[in-house]
Nanobody
Framework: QVQLVESGGGLVQAGGSLRVSCAAS????????MGWIRQAPGKERQVVAT????????YYADSVKGRFTISRDNAKNMVYLQMNGLKDEDTAVYYC??????????????WGQGTQVNVSS
């Protein structure tokens, strides 16, 4: 089992940048695919980005490609999401999650509590 705690959310102006972080505890962190899932009010959950255990394969939703970067540090049990060029539509609660599937099949077996990101225009 993995416990996940997000941090780094907040309010940022459109066009700005923000980095959210996820601290993981538990065993075998490097065995998990890690990802970020977001949910905005009135919208379905969206898998934003995923990264395999060895960081060899990354997936990004089309809406964030070229703007967001996912990374992980297995030595520190950390996952990051660097968000640049933020837009109003990026406003959402961002959840860190762990799974054994990646990309569009990422299903978030374990979840954090979420961190709110608000983008103002």
């Amino acid at each position: 089992q993995v416990q996940l705690v997000e941090s780094g959310g907040g309010l940022v102006q459109a066009g700005g940048s923000l980095r959210v972080s996820c601290a993981a505890s538990g065993r075998f962190f490097s065995a998990y695919v890690m990802g970020w899932i977001r949910q905005a009010p009135g919208k379905e959950r969206q898998v934003v980005a995923t990264i395999t255990g060895d960081a060899g394969t990354k997936y990004y939703a089309d809406s964030v490609k070229g703007r967001f970067t996912i990374s992980r540090d297995n030595a520190k049990n950390m996952v990051y999401l660097q968000m640049n060029g933020l837009k109003d539509e990026d406003t959402a609660v961002y959840y860190c999650a762990a799974s054994f599937t990646s990309g569009t099949s990422f299903n978030g077996r374990y979840w954090g509590q979420g961190t709110q990101v608000n983008v103002s225009s």
